[in-house]
């Protein structure tokens, strides 16, 4: 793997011959420097039209919400933003002692929220060979993985929001363009935020600016995982790795290849269909749900204001 | 030596809040012209903000509402250019490049090129200016100018540079994109836009003053980089990108002759054998056959 001159920066302590951290596919280089500018810009303008100066955000310990934690510490100051740290009775201690580590660095402000009672609340648990069930009843000891990790990542959703209103702070996205067109996430979840400034890069072009930034080598470095259960990995369960998915999305997605044109750049097709199938159906993830057109003006339809706007005057 | 100082007010409009924008206009205005200035530039829809969508009637000024009116009276001696929503008599709505000078409203350009694709929809709001004409100006050469879009069409300069413009004047809300590690400042737009002005200003002979906005609306973050190109194609000042700022440059207007004296590409120019071959394609692309 080569990296074209110019592109992501080492930090300096690092080797200039020094194994990379992360393969890098050449056309995703991008001009960190340029970026992360955009992005701490977009954090602040956020913020302003919104009338916020503080801001929140859920911290696992993986790298796509350490880069946003420290380029909401960039914007607006490590003091004004409140890291939230969710843990599960199954998440990783490795995960917390990383999250931990990113608020030590940046001194940033940070709360530990254990959410165990409230998702055992609903599904019950197993008391060594004995099911105490809660409140789904007895349904709850079969309950599929898929669902448990959706209920862990809307109970730290619903967590974040109590902790935005206490903190007077708007809630910060961490969710990055890889996932964001494979609709890697959970729906109201992890997805759920004020806005999003990461959204735009894929992980491969995230792991850059991470270096940039300079988040702990063992963050970026780690096989990134939802931490839903253990021994989770994000590139297990999808089935391929980020380096391969990145090229292949930029490519059909941003450089609008057809199908055809992605199998002469060398896409195996089978590959190539099977991303496809997961970014058309996860469409709906990336938009605000329709209402029914009834009226003379609709909100998404032909009411279309900024997000944020002055009240109008009289 | 015909020496002009130009102030580039590379801002970031507050979206929606036209008195805000109008007070920070006044004031830049009044500073740069006790500094001296000649000309004040501030950026496309620098009074309203850009992203306005349905907020855009809600903020529109006609030439002689009061507010725009009071904007023009602090440019005794000095011109500005400022942009607004402009709101015609029969209530469309343009995005509009005013020039103001000695305390009046001077001259106004209706961005005649509305972007209606990819992340720009101008043309669901605004109505499309239809007239292209430089206007003569305090500063002792005709002036011409542009709203953003109306620069990635080639007849814009020419028509201003024909018309007898000396000074084009390009104000914008160009919104970055494409950060991939090949482009030349690492912004896919800087790098376009710079391309073409140098292009504009070695084809026409004349100064390209270009004012970006910066800051962000919704999604977009404006990179700024405002500039002012010698009439030769050489960059005479850069700002910086995304910071916002009040940048003064001096410009010789004695430049302009010089260089049309030695390469004179704009005398050479063929207006009437453009229209005939205009006349000609536009009758073929009608359906009229060739002739």
Partial sequence: MTEPEGAGRAPAARPADADPLFELPPELAIDTRVARRIMVEFIRGQLRQAGFERAVLGLSGGIDSAVVAYLVGEAIGPERLLCVLMPYRTSSPESLADAREVVDRLGCGSRTVDITGMVDGYFGRMDGERFEPAALGTEGRDASGLRRGNLMARMRMAVLYDQSAEWHGLVVGTGNKTEVLIGYSTHFGDDACAFDPVGDLYKSQLRQVAVDLGVPERIIAKPPSADLWPGQTDEAEVGFSYPELDRLLYWMVDRRRSPEELAERGFDPRFVDHVGRMVARSEFKRQVPPIAKLGPRTSGVDYLYPRRRPAPTS | ?291
């Fill in chain 2, 1 to 291: 030596m015909q020496r002009r100082r130009i102030a580039l007010a590379q801002l970031a409009p507050r979206l929606g809040r036209l008195d805000e924008n109008l007070e920070t206009h006044r004031r830049v205005l009044v500073e740069a012209r006790s500094a001296g200035a000649d000309l004040v530039v501030f950026p496309e829809l620098g009074l309203t903000g850009y992203q306005l969508q349905d907020l855009s009637g809600e903020v529109a000024m006609r030439l002689d509402d009061e507010r725009l009116l009071s904007l023009a009276r602090e440019t005794q001696a000095c011109s500005a250019v400022v942009s607004f929503v402009e709101e015609a008599p029969d209530h469309r709505l343009f995005i509009a490049a005013a020039l103001l000078e000695d305390g009046e409203v001077r001259h106004v350009h209706r961005k005649v090129y509305l972007p209606t694709y990819g992340l720009f929809d101008e043309r669901r709001f605004f109505g499309a200016g239809e007239v292209v004409r430089a206007t003569s100006s305090r500063l002792g050469v005709p002036l011409g100018l542009a709203v953003c879009e109306d620069f990635w069409h080639l007849p814009v300069p020419i028509l201003l540079a024909l018309d007898g413009a000396q000074v084009l004047v390009n104000v914008s809300s160009s919104p970055g994109r494409d950060v991939a590690a090949v482009n030349e400042v690492g912004l896919g737009t800087a790098t376009s836009w710079r391309a073409l002005m140098k292009t504009y200003a070695m084809l026409t002979t004349s100064f390209v003053v270009f004012c970006n906005r910066v800051g962000v609306d919704e999604s977009v973050t404006f990179w700024g980089g405002s500039e002012v190109i010698g009439p030769d194609g050489e960059t005479r000042f850069r700002a910086p990108l995304h910071d916002e700022g009040v940048f003064t440059v001096e410009i010789d207007l004695a430049d302009v002759r010089r260089e049309r004296i030695v390469l004179p590409v704009l005398r050479d120019e063929r207006p009437e054998m453009v229209r005939r071959q205009l006349e000609r394609v536009l009758r073929e692309r009608a359906g009229g056959g060739r002739g």
